[in-house]
């Protein structure tokens, strides 16, 4: 697998266990239910596997830009909120305790 395609895979995969499983806990909320009632949740999938492509064929092209975008990528769902969710980090420092 490309590292480009890796990277991203990892910023959906974050991504949706935040959309589905962070956010709910830093709310004490049970993440059971918002996982049955959230419908937004399936359309990570066909967007990151298109995303993943699209940055492997960047890097197939330029290695630089295909790796450099994917690691953008994946910065971005960690720091700006994805979703109706709160991002990872600020769910991350909630559930922590840390305001």
Do not use: Q, Y
């Not at 395609?5 to 956010?23: K, M, T």
């Not at 991002?87 to 305001?99: A, Y």
């Amino acid at each position: 697998m490309a590292s480009a395609a890796g990277l991203v895979l990892a910023a959906g995969g974050i991504a949706a266990a935040n959309e589905a499983i962070f956010a709910p806990i830093a709310a004490h909320k049970d993440f059971t239910t918002s996982i049955k009632t959230d419908t937004n949740l399936w359309r990570l999938i066909p967007a990151t596997a298109i995303l993943a492509l699209v940055c492997t064929g960047l890097e197939n092209v330029s290695e630089p830009l295909g790796k450099g975008l994917a690691g953008l990528v994946l910065l971005a769902v960690l720091v700006i909120p994805v979703g109706n969710a709160p991002g990872p980090l600020e769910n991350m420092s909630k559930f922590v305790g840390v305001k």
